[in-house]
């Protein structure tokens, strides 16, 4: 492990955060490795627990961590090459229910009206009820479907092709809620991937096109048309939306120095192309996310995808407040109120 890729210590103060208990973070690990992790920061003290779920279950989270979210008063992982839904206590990471779901290799997943939507590279979207903890509906959606939203009482779920190179999909199916079906499919830019509702009002979409010629592109769906009414020419790697901001970065190979851009959604328009204000560098930004209760940027770092990752926490004016080390390519973020 380099220096470059490793800060020197833990910070000599830990954050003091009212607002939030703490943070977990999804360490995605290695592709049949089996070693992905989850990580639960303590903000009020600043102490790391380096895998939570192994220390509270005793048994590890399995193959590719893929997705975390919450939802009530629980905490879902989806795993993605061990064919699970890892349902947790938020308060605990006690496991409650793991769901198996043979050969489907899920990805994300998304809530509504206590139902959980899990998009799976099989082709399908499986559908949890959260009370039961039961799969009670399955759906077929397109070719290998990734990132999943809900947005004007519709789910949005983009039909990536990923395992199709280099003929990969491009379009975003769209079912009605109410009866779990399909209604309209959407012609959007190469390779969909990811999505994330504004306002209730419009779809954000990232796709990352075929990594040769057709460069990622950022797009906007409105909602109430299911029309992309908007292509910005932007190449996107990953984004989150809190308030009436967008934070995106991108990030290759040959890109040696991303930088986390600010949208402001009101507008369309880029306010910052640099967030960061202090100088702090991000090496391999692999998850963004924003506490909802302060508005404080998480970014996290992967660094050469084998060493232990790192998750900064920045102020709303870009200056960084604390860091922490994670687990191996930490990607998401949830925070624990």
Known sequence: LSASCHRPGPDP??????????????????????????SYYDLSTGTLTEDIFLQTNQ???????????SYGAKLYAVINNSNRVEIMDLGTAKSLRSISLPNKQPRCICFHG??????????????????????????????NPDGICVCNGKLYVANSGGLNY??????VSVFDLNNFTLTKTITVETNPSLLNSYDN??????????????????QKIDASTDQVVKTFNIEVSNFTISDHF?????????????????????????????????GTVIQAPYGISVNPLNGDVYVSDAFDFTVTGEVFCFDQNGKKKFSFESGLNPNKIVFKN
């Open 59 to 69: 048994r590890g989270l399995g193959d590719v961590g893929n997705d975390l979210k």
């Open 13 to 38: 103060k830990p954050p003091i955060d009212t607002q939030a208990a703490g943070i977990y973070v999804l360490n995605e690990g290695l592709f049949q490795m089996n070693n992905s992790t989850l």
């Open 246 to 278: 967008a934070y995106f970065y991108n990030f290759d190979y040959v890109n040696t120095n991303p930088h986390i851009v600010v949208m402001d959604l009101q507008k369309d328009e880029i306010v910052k192309e640099n967030f960061i204000s202090d």
């Open 114 to 143: 206590g139902k959980a939507y899990v998009s799976c590279f099989d082709g399908d979207v499986v559908r949890i009820d959260t009370a039961s903890l039961e799969v009670d509906a399955t759906v077929h959606s397109g070719p």
């Open 201 to 218: 009002r419009y779809v954000y979409l990232v796709s990352h096109g075929d990594y040769a010629g057709t460069p990622s592109n950022f």
């Open 166 to 171: 280099p003929n990969y999909n491009n379009t």
